[in-house]
């Protein structure tokens, strides 16, 4: 399967519904490519605390008891052309494992769909190309706090290709109103088997305690900058998800994509156990 390293139309809308609420706490500026939020002077930076940790954690991985499952969908576009070239649905399925008060251990796959703009059907092939879905079949990720910072160790893949990056500190916590802003860059520059890869990724997770249902307490955008697949296009793109929580598998909101996960991805309907299985995926 594609793997990048990844840390609307009626059903854009459907997800939109959702981000008014927090919208009303934000002054956010919009882009015709799709809603990059231009956080103002008005949210305050934060310094990370205990307190800012274990919202962090709860946010992006839950509480250990129930699985964190993260629906994403959005658009792929040809850049610097802006051409809409396909749209995408995924997940991000993930757990925690507590070390200490200060650090804890995230344990997560995903997998994301690249649709047809008119069926919404998952595209296999174009150009005379084979197009895999991106999937991880795990992460694993350690968040520690130190010293008024955020600190994450990153390890995926496997054997030869396995990678093992940190310590970053790039993620930065602010609060506008109620809700907590966790921005976190992702600035990719290496060399691979097949040549240099280039990226650069942004998310931005919006945690508002207040509010009463999974998918308006945990949201998240998310946009990436980098090469396209060969099978819808090639050359440069930019890929932008909107995403929320949801509470079981159930939820999804998308037919195809549940279909696909049960008929060709059922790894993905549970996250990682437990380290051991980690070790065993990293032989």
């Given amino acids: ?27 956010v500026g919009v882009t015709v490519g799709g809603l990059l939020f231009s956080l103002t002077a008005s949210a305050q930076s934060l310094t990370w605390n205990q307190e800012i940790f274990d919202a962090w954690v709860k946010l992006r991985v839950g509480d250990g008891k ?48 690249y649709h047809d703009l008119t069926t919404n059907e998952i595209i296999t092939e174009g150009n005379g190309q084979k197009l895999e879905p991106i999937a991880y079949n795990y992460q694993k990720i350690t968040y520690a706090l130190r010293d008024g910072k955020l600190r994450t160790w990153v390890e995926q893949g496997a054997g030869p290709r396995l990678s093992k990056m940190g310590p970053g500190e790039s993620i930065t916590v602010r609060k506008t109103g109620n809700t907590y802003i966790w921005t976190a860059p992702v ?45 819808i296009g090639g050359g440069k793109g930019i890929i932008h998800l909107v995403c929320y929580r949801v509470d079981t598998m159930d939820d999804l909101p998308s037919e195809v994509f549940k279909r696909y996960l049960k008929e060709k991805a059922p790894l993905w309907l549970n996250p ?12």
């Fill in 187 to 231: 600035f990719l520059d290496f060399t691979t088997p097949r040549g240099r890869y280039e990226a650069y990724e942004n998310y931005d997770f919006f945690f508002t305690p207040s509010l009463k249902t999974t998918k308006e307490k945990y949201q998240l955008t998310w946009e990436r900058y980098g090469d396209l697949p060969a099978a």
């Fill in 1 to 27: 399967m594609n793997k990048m390293p990844i840390f609307f139309n009626t059903t854009t809308n459907i997800v939109m519904k959702s981000l008014t609420i927090h919208l009303k706490n934000l002054i």
């Fill in 66 to 113: 129930n699985n964190a499952i993260w629906w994403c969908q959005g658009e792929v576009y040809s850049y610097p052309s802006g051409k809409l070239v396909a749209r995408m649905e995924g997940i991000d399925h993930g757990t925690v494992l507590k070390v200490a008060k200060d650090s804890v251990i995230q344990l997560n796959r995903k997998t994301f769909t």
């Fill in 272 to 283: 990682p156990k437990d380290l051991k299985e980690i070790a065993e995926m990293q032989k």
